[in-house]
């Protein structure tokens, strides 16, 4: 596959993106890495897919132009593959169309998660693409809490805090677009997990069929 991978803001992503890129591209995928999602509102039919894993905030000034939300949104809407990681869908919170492309996710003010450790991640559905050959594991990560989970997404594993199910992954349909989310993946460590790459990969291969 051909990848858009946007990254860069808040977030430890400098140790996060070379982690995803390197497991991505060894496994044969090709990588154009973006700091500035310029591409977002240039022509974007020769990728595959577009990956995020970056958070997008006008107090960082680097939140996404209105092309680059038009971009986004219409290439997802016409067909195309997006795949969003940890915090991204966060990005632009003054835009709603956000979410709705994501299936959901982190929501700034409001959502919240304890502190970065150990918890347990469980597989919900066994036979989704994504979860392939994945059972319930332990990570050190962030298990999110309080999201904003969109209608209709099909959730596919979750976390628990204080005797609570979280989603934590997901997969939905915009408009013609197959879109994942999987809300792990905070630090370098977090990405290096075999599990959180096995998720990662399998979630590419679901875009792409």
Same mark, same amino acid.
């Given at each position: 596959?051909?990848?858009?991978? #946007?990254?860069? +803001?808040? *977030?430890?992503?400098? &140790?996060?993106?070379?982690?995803?890129?390197?497991?991505?591209?060894?496994?044969?995928?090709?990588? !154009?890495?973006?700091? $500035?999602?310029?591409?977002?509102?240039?022509?974007? $039919?020769?990728?595959?897919?577009?990956? /995020?894993?970056? /958070?997008?905030? &006008?107090? !960082?000034?680097?939140?996404?132009?209105?092309?680059?939300?038009?971009?986004? &949104?219409?290439?997802?809407?016409?067909?195309?593959?997006?795949?969003?990681?940890?915090?991204?869908?966060?990005? %632009?919170?003054?835009? $709603?169309?956000?979410?709705?492309?994501?299936?959901?996710?982190?929501?700034?003010? &409001?959502?919240? *998660?304890?502190?970065?450790?150990?918890?347990?991640?469980?597989?919900?559905?066994?036979?989704?693409?994504?979860?392939?050959?994945?059972?319930?594991?332990? !990570?050190?990560?962030? %298990?999110? %809490?309080?999201?904003?989970?969109?209608?209709?997404?099909?959730?596919?594993?979750?976390?628990?805090?204080?005797?609570?199910?979280?989603?934590?992954?997901?997969?939905?349909?915009?408009?013609?677009?197959?879109?994942?989310? #999987?809300?792990?993946? *905070?630090? +370098? $460590?977090?990405?290096?997990?075999?599990?959180?790459?096995?998720?990662?990969?399998?979630?590419?291969?679901?875009?792409?069929?």
């Amino acid at each position: 596959m051909n990848l858009l991978l #946007i990254t860069g +803001g808040q *977030h430890p992503y400098e &140790e996060s993106t070379p982690v995803l890129q390197a497991f991505v591209r060894e496994v044969g995928h090709t990588v !154009t890495l973006s700091e $500035s999602a310029e591409e977002l509102a240039d022509d974007l $039919s020769i990728f595959d897919a577009i990956v /995020l894993n970056t /958070l997008r905030q &006008e107090a !960082t000034n680097n939140d996404l132009t209105r092309a680059q939300r038009e971009g986004l &949104e219409g290439y997802v809407s016409n067909g195309g593959s997006l795949l969003s990681i940890h915090i991204s869908a966060a990005s %632009c919170p003054d835009w $709603s169309q956000a979410k709705k492309i994501t299936g959901g996710g982190w929501v700034l003010g &409001e959502s919240w *998660h304890p502190p970065f450790g150990w918890f347990q991640v469980y597989v919900d559905d066994t036979d989704h693409p994504v979860t392939k050959g994945v059972s319930h594991f332990w !990570t050190y990560d962030e %298990c999110y %809490c309080g999201l904003d989970i969109q209608p209709g997404v099909d959730i596919f594993m979750h976390g628990i805090v204080e005797g609570e199910d979280k989603p934590l992954g997901w997969s939905h349909q915009f408009g013609q677009g197959k879109v994942a989310n #999987i809300a792990l993946g *905070h630090a +370098g $460590s977090s990405q290096q997990h075999p599990q959180f790459q096995k998720l990662i990969l399998n979630a590419l291969n679901y875009l792409n069929n």
